[in-house]
Structures are given as C-alpha cells and as structure tokens.
C-alpha cells in the first residue's frame, strides 16, 4: 500500500478489524519509509460494475462519488455519517447481487432517492432536485409539496 505522505510503497499493518457495519476491514497502517501512520478499508467487491449514464457513455462504478453525492445532499442534517455508508454499502450490494455487470445510473439515482425518503425529506428533496434536474423554484415547491402529502398519508 503507497503512503499517502511520502509515496513509499510499503507499509505495515499494525492493526485490523472490521468496520461497525461488518461491510469492510479497517486497517491502521505505518509506512516504512517515513514511519507516519494511516487508516485503509478493504471491502469486498463481487465483481467489476460498470454504470451507463443516461447519455449513454459507461464508467466504473465508484463508490466514493456516489458516497460523496449522498453526502452532499445530507449536508448539515442531523444524520450521522455512519447511516450514509451503511447506505451505500446497502446499494453497493443490491447492485452487486442483481447479476448484472452494467447497470443504468438512472436506476442507482432511484435506489438513493429510496434511502433518503427513509431517511431524511430534505436530503431527500435535495438529492432530488440534481437527479430531477430542476430547472426552477416550482420545480422545488411541487415536489416538496407532493413529499409533505406522501408525509401525511404515511
């Protein structure tokens, strides 16, 4: 593993265990070269998926910008980090178990919008209005307006 100080290629594990959701190995590391110390996880990956954007174009699913995305529509909302990776890792895995290599980003977008209505309605609305691709504050207000409704009826 390269230390991400010094570039050396080898480092030391000093100590391992799993993470709180049991999803991935936490490994404290030093590195040989200049001795500083830093954190890795190792998770399980099933196979190579590739998701195809709308427009057509495939990349590599990853799994920090999709995290990344997530935690920018919970941004200052009380939810705790944890909740957002046990998230991902629950759509890493729905997506890795479905069979398929290539999945649509459209359907990744849904499994998201998904946890978030569960989660939190203003991360939810948020993350919405990227997906949707609102255009103007009607766009806002009408679905903010159809999520206050689904919140009565449930």
Known sequence: ????FCGHEDSQVKDSRPSE?????RRRRQCEGCGARFTTFERIQLRELTLI??????EPFDRDKLAQSISVACRKRPIDPA?????????QRQIETSGESEVA?????GMVMNGLKAMDSVAYIRFASVYKDFTEAKDFEDFAGAVAEAGKDG
């Open 1 to 4: 593993m390269r230390c991400p």
């Open 21 to 25: 959701d049991g999803a991935a190995i």
């Open 53 to 58: 954007k709308s427009d057509g174009r495939r």
């Open 83 to 91: 909740r957002i990776d046990r998230l991902v890792s629950a759509i």
């Open 105 to 109: 980003a459209a359907q990744v977008g």
